[in-house]
């Protein structure tokens, strides 16, 4: 079992910036991979931005040149820096963890981009 907690969402004008952050209830040094997902009002869950157990990112087009997505081992977390954001950035963002024994999901964090 892995609980994931989600934090660092709000509320943030056009153009700013957010760190989300996703701590992990034992070590991420095994899990195959991390990732940032989210989900606006009526819309679908998508894939934002993924790292790999060696270190191999992947982000969506949407985010591509703004969004990083790190991890910190000593702390068992992963992080999504979010810069220039956009009101079509608007959704829960979750994180996820894909580990040998499945995938596991975080509550989930909102963020809103509005003036």
């Known amino acids: 079992q892995v609980q994931l907690v989600e934090s660092g969402g709000g509320l943030v004008q056009p153009g700013g910036s957010l760190r989300l952050s996703c701590a992990a209830s034992?070590?991420?040094?095994?899990?195959?991979?991390m990732d940032w997902y989210r989900q606006a009002p009526g819309k679908e869950r998508e894939l934002v931005a993924a790292i790999s157990s060696s270190g191999r990112l992947n982000y969506a087009e949407s985010v591509k040149g703004r969004f990083i997505i790190s991890r910190d081992y000593s702390r068992n977390t992963v992080y999504l820096q979010m810069n220039s954001l956009k009101p079509e950035d608007t959704a829960v963002y979750y994180c996820?963890?894909?580990?040998?024994?499945?995938?596991?999901w975080g509550q989930g964090t909102q963020v809103t981009v509005s003036s």
């Open positions: 034992r070590s991420i040094f095994s899990f195959n991979a």
């Open positions: 996820n963890a894909q580990t040998g024994s499945g995938p596991y």
